[in-house]
């Protein structure tokens, strides 16, 4: 099972970008999927997550501004992110709480992170 980050990306504040994250390989049911960002120096944090049936969750930094969606037959998890501010500026890590084919328990998974970065 593999979860593959796009959307990196250098925008100016305001501005707008998306990022997707697919997950691959022989998946039985993926449940919540999150997004997590770390800034340096800084603890990585939850962003946004959503389940397998549409309920969003976001942190209190980014409410109003970022939409978390999914789609459930591309096993796709996408953060659309808006009105950006520089303090937005991180490693974004995309997560997918999931089966395999085959396995008897959920597991979570990780993608490589992709940089954005946000200019005042």
């Known amino acids: 099972v593999q979860l593959q980050a796009f959307g990196e990306g250098l925008v100016q504040a305001g501005g707008s970008l998306r990022l997707s994250c697919a997950a691959s390989?022989?998946?039985?049911?993926?449940?919540?999927m999150r997004w997590y960002r770390q800034a340096p120096g800084k603890q990585r944090e939850l962003v946004a997550a959503i389940t397998s049936s549409g309920i969003r969750n976001y942190a209190d930094s980014v409410k109003g501004r970022f939409i978390i969606s999914r789609d459930n037959n591309k096993n796709t998890v996408y953060l659309e992110m808006n009105s950006l501010k520089p303090e937005d500026t991180a490693v974004y890590h995309c997560n997918a709480f999931l089966t395999f084919t085959g396995a008897s328990y959920a597991s979570h998974y990780w993608g490589q992170g992709t940089l954005v970065t946000v200019s005042s």
């Open positions: 390989g022989s998946i039985r049911a993926i449940y919540t």
